[in-house]
């Protein structure tokens, strides 16, 4: 089978899948299920527009933070056991940026934050449980990172999580 087979058969298999996620948006509205079919339509428009996530989960220390800091070829991440990360963290390509900014602090109240450098003391100032200018595990939702890595090309975003707790 060449490239231009495979091409055809992904295409198929995508055009499948998006009408396999709008009968499902469609169904989930017309029985009152408003909020499960925003997400199916998020799953839909991310597949549309070629959008790919990876997570990376995993226990406390596990060197979640340290493979992706590896990934980057650079320290950005907080990456050591007394570093531990508080926030959840989004990997996107410079590209991705709306305004040429490095990154972006999304507050738990809404606000948001751009950040002109993400170098690693302004990044740890935002997702590490040692931070000494902000309680971030009580006010930070969330951060946006916008680098230069190959990785992150293609709509690629990287996912780095806080720990894994365990289920009882």
Same mark, same amino acid.
């Given at each position: 089978?060449?490239?231009?087979?495979?091409?055809?058969?992904?295409? *198929?298999?995508?055009?499948?899948?998006?009408q396999?996620?709008?009968?499902?948006?469609?169904?989930?509205?017309?029985?009152?299920?408003?909020?499960?079919?925003e997400?199916?339509?998020?799953q839909?428009?991310?597949? *549309?527009?070629?959008?790919?996530?990876?997570?990376?989960?995993?226990?406390?220390?596990?060197?979640?933070?340290?493979?992706?800091?590896?990934?980057?070829?650079?320290?950005?991440?907080?990456?050591?056991?007394?570093?531990?990360?508080?926030?959840?963290?989004?990997?996107?390509?410079?590209?991705?940026?709306?305004?040429? *900014?490095?990154?972006?602090?999304?507050?738990?109240?809404?606000?948001?934050?751009?950040? *002109?450098?993400?170098?690693?003391?302004?990044?740890?100032?935002?997702?590490?449980?040692?931070s000494?200018?902000?309680?971030?595990?009580?006010?930070?939702?969330?951060?946006?990172?916008?680098?230069?890595?190959?990785?992150?090309?293609?709509?690629?975003?990287?996912?780095?999580?806080?720990?894994?707790?365990?289920?009882?």
């Amino acid at each position: 089978m060449n490239n231009n087979q495979f091409k055809e058969q992904h295409m *198929e298999r995508k055009e499948n899948i998006i009408q396999c996620l709008v009968d499902g948006e469609n169904f989930l509205k017309k029985y009152g299920y408003s909020v499960e079919a925003e997400q199916i339509a998020k799953q839909r428009q991310n597949l *549309e527009n070629g959008e790919f996530s990876i997570a990376v989960i995993g226990e406390f220390s596990a060197g979640k933070s340290t493979f992706l800091n590896a990934l980057m070829c650079e320290r950005i991440l907080p990456s050591f056991s007394n570093e531990t990360t508080a926030t959840i963290n989004f990997l996107y390509h410079k590209d991705k940026a709306e305004n040429g *900014e490095s990154g972006c602090v999304h507050y738990k109240d809404g606000t948001t934050k751009p950040l *002109e450098t993400a170098d690693f003391k302004t990044i740890s100032r935002y997702v590490s449980t040692n931070s000494d200018s902000v309680d971030v595990a009580k006010s930070v939702e969330h951060l946006d990172l916008y680098l230069d890595s190959r990785f992150l090309e293609g709509n690629v975003t990287l996912v780095d999580t806080p720990r894994l707790h365990h289920m009882k």
